[in-house]
T-cell receptor, first 116, second 114 residues
Framework: NAGVTQTPKFQVLKTGQSMTLQCAQDMNHNSMYWYRQDPGMGLRLIYYSASEGTTDKGEVPNGYNVSRLNKREFSLRLESAAPSQTSVYFC???????????????FGPGTRLTVL | AQKVTQAQTEISVVEKEDVTLDCVYETRDTTYYLFWYKQPPSGELVFLIRRNSFDEQNEISGRYSWNFQKSTSSFNFTITASQVVDSAVYFCALTTDSWGKFQFGAGTQVVVTP
């Protein structure tokens, strides 16, 4: 069991470039999430997918798009990167079975993104 | 709207001292869940505890203990006899959403020196 995996681990972009952050989980979880972590601000939800085929905006969705490719995979795309998107990005998923709210989120190792 | 406040930005202690991390939350929902996560210097997020709004029992797990008080909307975390390995950022989180959307606090950095 790999849990939640993210690629890449590090990335440097120039302003205006695009890229996709990949996330996959092998725990048969239904719901998946993308967060960004900035100093002093905790984790803020960008987008989430409650189940395969659905996606919804979180607290800070501007500048991002997501795709729930299948039950396992949830990708985050930056179409035109900006320096304000320099951050650490975490993917997470919720354990299947029972109500999601009862369960803890499992997190990936994170992607450290720098936009110059 | 939900809100989680961790007013302590950083706490520094010497090994073997106790340290208490404060977490104050706001929600209008009567059913909610609170969580604590640890983020060591390596960066991963490690789940520590989950508590639902109907269970106000305090919990102890080894050197960790949690004090949940609905009357003051607080869910505080104490590390007893701290160790260097406890050095990390600790996050408190709240969910009231059936899809598990979490609201995280800003985190408290704990620094334990030998």
């Amino acid at each position: 069991n790999a849990g939640v995996t993210q690629t890449p681990k590090f990335q440097v972009l120039k302003t205006g470039q695009s890229m996709t952050l990949q996330c996959a989980q092998d725990m048969n979880h239904n719901s998946m999430y993308w967060y960004r972590q900035d100093p002093g601000m905790g984790l803020r939800l960008i987008y989430y997918s409650a189940s395969e085929g659905t996606t919804d905006k979180g607290e800070v969705p501007n500048g991002y798009n997501v795709s729930r490719l299948n039950k396992r995979e949830f990708s985050l795309r930056l179409e035109s990167a900006a320096p304000s998107q320099t951050s650490v990005y975490f993917c997470a998923s919720i354990k299947a079975g029972g109500l999601p709210r009862y369960n803890e989120q499992f997190f990936g190792p994170g992607t450290r993104l720098t936009v110059l | 709207a939900q809100k989680v406040t961790q007013a302590q930005t950083e706490i520094s202690v010497v090994e073997k001292e106790d340290v208490t991390l404060d977490c104050v939350y706001e929600t209008r929902d009567t059913t909610y869940y609170l969580f604590w996560y640890k983020q060591p210097p390596s960066g991963e997020l490690v789940f520590l505890i989950r508590r639902n709004s109907f269970d106000e029992q305090n919990e102890i797990s080894g050197r960790y203990s949690w004090n949940f008080q609905k009357s003051t909307s607080s869910f505080n975390f104490t590390i007893t006899a701290s160790q260097v390995v406890d050095s990390a950022v600790y996050f408190c989180a709240l969910t009231t959403d059936s899809w598990g959307k979490f609201q995280f606090g800003a985190g408290t950095q704990v620094v334990v020196t030998p």
